[in-house]
């Protein structure tokens, strides 16, 4: 495969390269960076990149243009929207250079970064590669993300503090400064919480101080089955702020009975992004990025755990189950978990205690004894259900390959673990 690598920078691009290699793909840089300012910054990374080329004798193109004028131009008017337009702008003039150039395929380092829209790079790649005809090569390089970063810190490379338009160095400004007179991100997001209609009944519970400790919050959910899909569904409908679903799973018509972004018109679409579709439906103004993505051990640096408040589990699968209850730990993040709900019938069985008291659950049996093996001895607050229905013939078929569930359990398992997190947060006010 000719492969034309669009590269944002050298450090990103390491890992990638190195990647591709291991396909036995030794792909061509290009450059094409009209949103990097001010111009000191665009030549030094530029210089960087040239750098890195030659040192891995790879070959580079380049459009060196610094496009301070045009890159304002294209997005002034659209600041909402300028990351999307700017990875418009760069991968259209990376597939229009493959195309005339007798490339197979495009791609961008763009991919690597766990900061990106990387649900919209890929979008915008694909819909330019149909319109250019040559191919978009999508690969998810999130996980390399850390490698690299170390790679490139341990080859002296210069290491960026920001995306590198202007608007992102002045977020980043602002986040450095705080309270000295500067309104962050996080403080603006809870102004207008606080002083929308969306969440006037529920300041009258919480108060104006609770409802912007509630914008001010970051919940990593995973698994947005169920469980985690009301977990989410609650949590943006009482203010939370900052909210991070993580699920590989599409979407199917034995969803539609309990998860939220289950319909007749969603099957098919992926679990994570559909309910991110959903969520932004309720409250816009509401950060919400999601992954569709099977967490692991190895892939766990991506998420951003250790930067979370909150860490949601409602995965089914065991091992995972145990990776994240470890991974959150380690991290200091509060942690709330769910344990089966399957074969339940009965909301008001639901509860919540300590992972080493809960009872008549055999999902819970096997995490703590999984948690024994691995020596944690650690605590969390899990939610479970001690009820146990009596088997049915169907129940022991050696065919049966789903578990029976229903939503008004799942649900109420949901809508416990965000509950959680608002008496966390503003305190238990009965």
Not at 307 to 331: F, G, P
Not at 385 to 402: A, F, G, I, M, W
Request: charged share 25%.
């Amino acid at each position: 495969m000719k492969l034309l690598l669009h590269c944002c920078c050298a450090p990103c691009s390491v890992s990638c390269v190195k990647y591709l290699r291991g396909e036995g793909i030794d792909p061509h840089l290009f450059w094409y960076n009209p949103n990097i300012h001010p111009f000191t910054e665009y030549k030094t990374r530029y210089d960087c990149l040239l750098e890195f080329a030659a040192n891995e004798k790879l070959e580079l193109d380049s459009v060196n243009d610094y496009g301070l004028r045009f890159f304002l131009k294209e997005t002034l008017d659209r600041i909402n929207e300028r990351c999307k337009k700017c990875y418009s702008l760069r991968l259209e003039k990376t597939a229009s250079f493959a195309a005339q150039n007798n490339f197979t395929a495009f791609s961008t380092t763009l991919l690597i970064s766990p900061y990106q829209d990387h649900d919209a790079i890929k979008k915008i790649g694909e819909e330019i590669a149909a319109e250019k005809k040559i191919e978009f090569l999508y690969r998810d390089f999130r996980p390399l993300f850390r490698e690299g970063q170390s790679l490139a810190r341990e080859k002296k490379m210069y290491m960026q503090k920001y995306c590198g338009c202007i608007f992102s160095e002045e977020e980043r400004y602002k986040k450095a400064a705080g309270d000295k007179g500067v309104i962050n991100n996080k403080k603006n997001l809870s102004f207008h919480i606080t002083h929308s209609p969306l969440f006037e009944r529920l300041s009258i519970l919480t108060g104006k101080e609770g409802l912007e400790k509630l914008s001010r919050i970051k919940v990593l959910i995973f698994g947005a089955g169920g469980v985690g899909s009301w977990t989410a569904e609650a949590l943006v409908r009482c203010g939370v702020g900052n909210i991070g679903i993580i699920d590989h799973d599409t979407i199917c018509a034995s969803n539609i009975n309990r998860q939220v972004e289950a319909t007749s018109l969603t099957i098919g679409q992926a679990k994570a992004s559909a309910l991110k579709k959903r969520l932004l439906e309720i409250n816009p103004e509401c950060q919400v990025t999601a992954w569709d993505n099977y967490f692991c051990r190895d892939n766990a640096q991506i998420f951003g755990i250790e930067n979370a408040d909150y860490v949601i589990d409602a995965i089914d699968s065991l091992k995972s189950k145990l990776d994240l209850i470890e991974t959150a730990s380690k991290a200091g993040v509060t942690l709330y978990s769910s344990m089966g709900m399957a074969f339940k019938l009965d909301p008001s069985r639901i509860k919540a205690a300590s992972v080493w008291k809960t009872e008549g659950c055999p999902l819970a049996r096997l995490v703590r004894h999984g948690l024994r093996k691995r020596g944690f001895s650690g605590d969390f607050i899990t939610v479970f259900s001690n009820e146990l229905l009596p088997k049915t013939q169907e129940d022991d078929s050696s065919c049966r390959s789903v578990n029976g569930s229903i939503v008004t359990v799942t649900a109420t398992a949901g809508l416990l673990l965000a509950s959680l997190v608002l008496k966390k947060e503003i305190g238990d006010r009965g």
